[in-house]
């Protein structure tokens, strides 16, 4: 089964609650993320740019195409004890 993001909810700053394939979920702060270098991320420096994220085939994607591999994600957010599982909707 492929991990992918299957809802996202925008908690202001840089911070997000996605929730997984699998039923995981969590809070994210993408802050370090969007300081590092590079043209694709300083658009996302601002606030309300980030705002405008969106899923794009399960993965978090922004208007100028800078997307974030939903596996990376999930693996990132277990290693820092991001993840809880979600009960059966």
Same mark, same amino acid.
């Not at 925008?10 to 996605?18: P, Q, S």
């Not at 993320?33 to 740019?49: F, H, N, S």
């Not at 405008?52 to 990132?76: C, H, K, S």
């Given at each position: 089964?492929?991990?992918?993001?299957?809802?996202?909810?925008?908690?202001?700053?840089?911070?997000?609650?996605?929730?997984?394939?699998?039923?995981?979920?969590?809070?994210?702060?993408?802050?370090?993320?969007?300081? *590092?270098?590079?043209?694709?991320? !300083?658009? +996302? #420096?601002? =606030?309300?740019?980030? %705002?405008?994220?969106?899923?794009?085939?399960? /993965?978090?994607?922004?208007?100028? *195409?800078?997307?974030?591999?939903? !596996?990376? +994600? #999930?693996? =990132?957010?277990?290693? %820092?004890?991001?993840?809880?599982?979600?009960? /059966?909707?």
């Amino acid at each position: 089964m492929l991990t992918k993001v299957v809802k996202l909810q925008k908690l202001g700053g840089f911070r997000l609650h996605v929730r997984f394939t699998d039923g995981s979920e969590g809070v994210r702060d993408f802050a370090a993320l969007v300081a *590092g270098p590079g043209p694709m991320t !300083e658009p +996302l #420096r601002d =606030e309300a740019y980030f %705002a405008r994220v969106f899923l794009e085939f399960g /993965a978090l994607t922004w208007p100028n *195409g800078f997307d974030i591999a939903p !596996e990376w +994600l #999930r693996r =990132e957010m277990e290693k %820092a004890g991001e993840l809880s599982r979600v009960a /059966a909707e």
